[in-house]
């Protein structure tokens, strides 16, 4: 299975991207996907993660209510719509893919503080907002 982010860019505070993960698998459908970020000097930060039905999904505290996952099950595709965005929000930021249980994802395991492993990885986009 392979990720291929796209969509990054440099944005003013306060405006819009809309980043891509391509999955390239048939049964692409069968894993959670999710979206993890790591700004400069900071560790890797869940960000968004969508059941494999799509039904369930799930935000970091500090991006609900501006951030959106999608699928296009057309297209082999997920998405991360991100509204609102902050300086803060610069990082580059990485697709995964996992067949984790969805209540596992973008979640720490509380016996190591790690996050639960993902199982596949993107490259990774770079997203920038500065005025």
């Known amino acids: 299975l392979q990720l291929v982010e796209s969509g990054g860019g440099l944005v003013q505070p306060g405006g819009s991207l809309r980043l891509s993960c391509a999955v390239s698998?048939?049964?692409?459908?069968?894993?959670?996907i999710a979206w993890f970020r790591q700004a400069p000097g900071k560790e890797r930060e869940g960000v968004s993660c969508m059941s494999s039905s799509g039904g369930s999904t799930i935000y970091t505290d500090s991006v609900k209510g501006r951030f959106t996952i999608s699928r296009d099950n057309t297209k082999n595709t997920v998405y991360l719509q991100m509204n609102t965005l902050k300086p803060e929000d610069t990082a580059t930021y990485y697709c995964?893919?996992?067949?984790?249980?969805?209540?596992?994802?973008?979640?720490?395991?509380?016996?190591?503080?790690?996050?639960?492993?993902?199982?596949?990885w993107g490259e990774g986009t770079l997203v920038t907002v500065s005025s």
């Open positions: 698998a048939l049964t692409w459908n069968y894993y959670t």
């Open positions: 995964a893919a996992s067949r984790l249980q969805f209540s596992q994802c973008i979640q720490r395991n509380p016996s190591t503080g790690d996050y639960y492993p993902m199982d596949y």
